[in-house]
């Protein structure tokens, strides 16, 4: 059951929308696949990148460093959108598969005609944020990697002192404070720790260490919120074998399937758990028939979702108020 209230769903095209919404903790983009498959989807793949650009640049303008973003296509079709999103500053953090299983291959594929395996999976891929910090007031931004590291440096203390105050023997600065591919995120309470032991004993001069400010030290819940929000499910992994959607589950009118490609409720609670906590906003702009916005509600998340065919919309409504009974 879920709050109908938690969700707003609107008639139109999310562009006329997007900043009518709640600054999003996580958006969920499942648009066209550019294969012809359904009245308004684009008719080649290289036509995708146009078409989403004004819609990855709301997305980047709305989104915080905590922001995550899942975008769903076909391998190709996500292959031409990219560099749009490379080039808006979204960071790649894997390519996750749906594999629909067997079943979906029957009925659907000629083998001898298409000259190729039948096709099973679509790609759901991880994209978050990365946070930009200035060394001087009207400086260039450079990464959260290097502005620890100069933030330390400033301290006029030896890397090795990092170690100490984060009470280990190598791993801060083999971790935290390395400036190589092997860097990692220093935690809450490892960056506390740092930005303590900095303004305890690094040069007084050059205090307070780790401010964005100038005026005081970065507080370690802020910095937790410069990072997207993950959590991993034990045994779950990148590719995920939930079959098509069919049964209760599957949404018709008159016998006939009112959405082309209507998305596992399983596979977009996983989605909304693994990125976002109780309270927080997702974002579907293409809703489709909502699955994502239902799971959000589910889940006690605030969901916004646009639908610009309005024959869905109407069943996305009637979807979502039978899921609060």
Not at 202 to 211: E, I, K, T, V
Not at 239 to 249: C, L, N, S
Not at 283 to 292: D, I, N, Y
């Amino acid at each position: 059951m879920i709050d109908v209230s938690s969700i707003r769903l609107c008639c139109g095209d999310a562009r006329d929308h997007y900043d009518l919404w709640e600054t999003p903790t996580l958006i969920i983009s499942d648009g066209p696949y550019g294969l012809n498959g359904y009245d308004g989807d684009l008719k080649r793949p290289s036509q995708l990148p146009v078409w989403y650009e004004p819609h990855v640049a709301a997305w980047t303008r709305r989104a915080t460093a905590s922001t995550t973003l899942w975008f769903w296509n076909t391998e190709v079709g996500w292959a031409e959108v990219h560099p749009v999103l490379r080039d808006a500053g979204w960071i790649y953090r894997a390519c996750c598969v749906w594999d629909k299983g067997l079943a979906h291959v029957a009925g659907n594929s000629n083998t001898r005609t298409l000259r190729k395996f039948p096709v099973v999976t679509e790609v759901c891929v991880h994209y978050v944020r990365e946070p930009q910090f200035r060394l001087a007031a009207n400086g260039p931004t450079v990464s959260a990697q290097d502005w620890l590291r100069e933030e330390w440096r400033r301290t006029g203390l030896s890397f090795a002192k990092a170690n100490e105050a984060c009470g280990v023997k190598n791993a801060a600065t083999r971790k935290y404070l390395t400036g190589d591919h092997l860097w990692y995120f220093p935690p809450r309470d490892v960056f506390q720790r740092l930005v303590e032991f900095a303004n305890a004993n690094g040069d007084p001069a050059g205090r307070p260490y780790f401010s964005v400010d100038g005026d005081t030290s970065l507080p370690a819940s802020q910095w937790e919120q410069l990072r997207g929000k993950f959590y991993c499910e034990a045994g779950v992994t990148n590719v995920w074998q939930v079959p098509a959607v069919r049964g209760k589950e599957r949404i018709k009118v008159q016998g006939t399937s009112v959405h082309p490609n209507q998305k596992p409720l399983a596979i977009m609670r996983r989605l909304v758990r693994s990125c976002s906590d109780a309270g927080d906003v997702v974002w579907e702009p293409f809703g489709g028939l909502c699955t994502a916005s239902v799971a959000a509600g589910e889940l006690g998340r605030k969901a916004f979702a646009a639908e610009i065919n309005s024959a869905i919309y109407e069943q996305s409504l009637a979807r979502i108020e039978q899921a609060a009974l």
